[in-house]
Nanobody, 115 residues
C-alpha cells in the first residue's frame, strides 16, 4: 500500500535551517507530483511547495527564496530544504501525493521555530 513517511522536523532558532524528507513507497513515485503542506495551530492546511514528475516547482509566496523542494526518483524521496526560518513557519509539515485512485498523506513532522 502507499506510504509516505516524513522525517527531519524539530526545534530550530529563528534564522536557522532544517531539511525535511519524505520516503515514499507503494506507487510509481517518478510518475507523480509530490507536495509539502503545512498546518499551523488554529490554521488551515496550506500548500508550501510542489514538484511535478518532470521537476517543475511551485512555492507559496511566503516561502519563496527560503525553501527548496527536490526529489530523488531513485530513492523515492522528496525533500524540503528550509532556510532563514521564521516563527511563522512553525507548523506540522505533511508530504502529499495524488494518484488517479486517491490522495495520500503522510503522518506529518513537527517544525518549531523559536528562540
Amino acid at each position: 500500500q502507499v506510504q509516505l513517511v516524513e522525517s527531519g522536523g524539530g526545534l530550530v532558532q529563528p534564522g536557522g535551517s532544517l531539511r525535511l524528507s519524505c520516503l515514499s513507497s507503494g506507487f510509481t513515485f517518478s510518475s507523480y507530483a509530490m507536495s509539502w503542506y503545512r498546518q499551523a495551530p488554529g490554521k488551515e492546511r496550506e500548500l508550501v511547495a510542489l514538484i511535478t514528475n518532470n521537476d517543475r516547482t511551485r512555492y507559496a509566496e511566503s516561502v519563496k527564496d527560503r525553501f527548496t523542494i527536490s526529489r530523488d526518483n531513485g530513492q523515492n524521496t522528496v525533500d524540503l530544504q528550509m532556510k532563514s526560518l521564521k516563527p511563522e513557519d512553525t507548523a506540522v509539515y505533511y508530504c502529499q501525493t495524488r494518484t488517479p485512485r486517491r490522495e495520500y498523506w503522510g503522518q506529518g513532522t513537527r517544525v518549531t521555530v523559536s528562540s
